[in-house]
T-cell receptor, first 116, second 114 residues
């Protein structure tokens, strides 16, 4: 399978715990995005990387959230001191950005987080 | 409690009929638009995209129409099949050369009746 993969697919945690999600993009895609999606809504942008550089962060990304892409390949999203409001599907997408590409974003299956 | 999902616009079509899903976008400066299909429990799946310098683009069984005058986007699905049942999102991208976050609409739930 050469698509975007995410791990874990489901995570149940207690309020106040830290959680970390992983995303593996499509090979050679230089951009990687994180989105959050709540029930009945479209995905909302959180942050994105071009190679290992984090170029933009949404105001939705509170200081409890941190994302990394240390080697420009896989990425991790960590949420510290989780709150019930963090319960959502966390989606990762990747794209190949360049002068001749349209930067189409391809999404992974998501990680569903439930905070009890 | 009441599910937010119940507020999704819905469209029911008979198998074999054509479907038209509409989307209004907000930013006249948006230059790139994408339609995604999302099945329950899965991530959004790319269907088709269109740049703002085009009015129409066709794919396999799908056509996207862009009307920049009224900031309207539509997705037409020909000969709708049960496997087309899903939530469909339009997304706009403001700037291809800078920030590239996609802004998604609320989605339309398409149900295909066999």
């Amino acid at each position: 399978d050469t698509g975007v993969s995410q791990d874990p697919r489901h995570k149940i945690t207690k309020r106040g715990q830290n959680v970390t999600f992983r995303c593996d993009p499509i090979s050679e895609h230089n951009r990687l995005y994180w989105y959050r999606q709540t029930l009945g809504q479209g995905p909302e942008f959180l942050t994105y990387f071009q190679n290992e550089a984090q170029l933009e962060k949404s105001r939705l990304l509170s200081d409890r959230f941190s994302a990394e892409r240390p080697k420009g390949s896989f990425s991790t999203l960590e949420i510290q001191r989780t709150e019930q409001g963090d319960s959502a599907m966390y989606l990762c997408a990747s794209s190949l950005w360049g002068r001749t590409s349209t930067d189409t974003q391809y999404f992974g299956p998501g990680t569903r987080l439930t905070v009890l | 409690g009441e599910s937010v999902g119940l507020h999704l616009p819905t469209l029911s079509v008979q198998e074999g009929d054509n479907s038209i899903i509409n989307c209004a976008y907000s930013n006249s400066a948006s230059d790139y638009f994408i339609w995604y299909k999302q099945e329950s429990g899965k991530g959004p799946q790319f269907i088709i995209d269109i740049r703002s310098n085009m009015d129409k683009r066709q794919g396999q069984r799908v056509t996207v129409l862009l009307n920049k005058t009224v900031k309207h986007l539509s997705l037409q699905i020909a000969a709708t099949q049960p496997g087309d049942s899903a939530v469909y999102f339009c997304a706009e991208n403001l700037d291809q050369t800078g920030a590239n976050n996609l802004f998604f609409g609320t989605g339309t739930r398409l149900t295909v009746i066999p």
